[in-house]
């Protein structure tokens, strides 16, 4: 049974315009989520996380709001870019633990 | 040069043979992590290290058995492919100071194993 899930295998955006991935998950230990980036070819960056003691972080055209109540989280990106172009991960953690569950990921495409 | 490096980057090999990967990094990371991936599936946690002396078993640890060298390597083997091991697998390693940095990790570019 996944723990943390993407529902969207993928997401077609116009550049210029707001791009959200939506993450899920089901375990009320998670303390600590994370988003990560992943080219073709290569292992995934890390991107932006979020602590359950927030609602919102932000960094640069990225940022990432959490809604415990619903076990959810998005990421938003504001503009879209062609270089976003790539595959998401949402992962999350329990506390202490430090062993990250990993979504199956969603693949943005923005198109010009 | 890359912080995380994995070789071989891609490699074929045969059903019952014996394959290992390796995973150097120069990132000066205590933890170091084994994943693959599967279309679908996302990343899954083969093995995971926290120092040269612990090593523990991740979500799907059969079939595989890792070996830290060092601090800076750690090995995955597959003792007798098959072929739904076929997959991505990716090492990773995160710094051991309490806090937020100690949940980002960084990964390797990769090695795609195909067993035939």
């Given at each position: 049974d996944?723990?943390?899930k993407?529902n ?7 550049e ?6 939506n993450?899920?998950y089901t ?8 988003w990560?980036?992943?080219?073709p ?9 979020i602590?359950s003691?927030?609602d919102?972080?932000?960094?640069g055209r990225?940022?990432?709001f ?22 998401y ?16 990921g969603?693949?943005?495409i923005i198109?010009? | ?12 090999t ?5 394959i290992?990967l390796?995973?150097?990094?120069t990132?000066g ?5 084994w994943?693959?991936q599967?279309?679908?599936l ?6 995971y ?6 090593i ?20 995955l ?6 072929p ?7 090492c990773?390693t995160?710094?051991q100071?309490?806090?937020?940095s100690?949940?980002e ?5 990769g090695t ?5």
């Open positions: 996944q723990q943390v993407q969207s295998p993928s997401l077609s955006v116009q210029g315009r707001i791009s959200i991935l993450c899920d375990n009320s230990m998670f303390d600590y989520f994370l990560y980036k992943k080219y070819a290569e292992g995934p960056t890390f991107l932006i996380s602590s003691i927030k919102k972080n932000e960094d990225f940022t990432v959490l809604n415990k109540s619903a076990k959810h989280l998005s990421l938003h990106i504001v503009p879209s870019q062609p270089g976003d172009s790539a595959v991960f949402c992962a999350a953690s329990a506390w202490s633990n430090y062993q990250l569950i990993w979504g199956a969603t693949k943005l198109k010009p | 040069d890359a912080d995380v490096t994995q070789t071989p980057r891609n490699r074929i045969k059903t019952g043979k014996r290992m390796e995973c150097s990094q990132k990371h205590d933890r170091m992590y994943y693959r599967d279309p679908g996302g990343l899954r946690l083969i093995y290290s926290f120092d040269v002396k612990d523990n078993k991740g979500e799907i640890s059969d079939g595989y058995s890792v070996s830290r060298q060092a601090q800076a390597k750690f090995s083997s597959l003792e007798s492919a098959i739904n091991q076929t997959a991505l697998y990716f990773a995160s710094d100071t309490p806090g937020q100690s949940y990790q960084y990964f390797g570019p795609r194993l195909t067993v035939t």
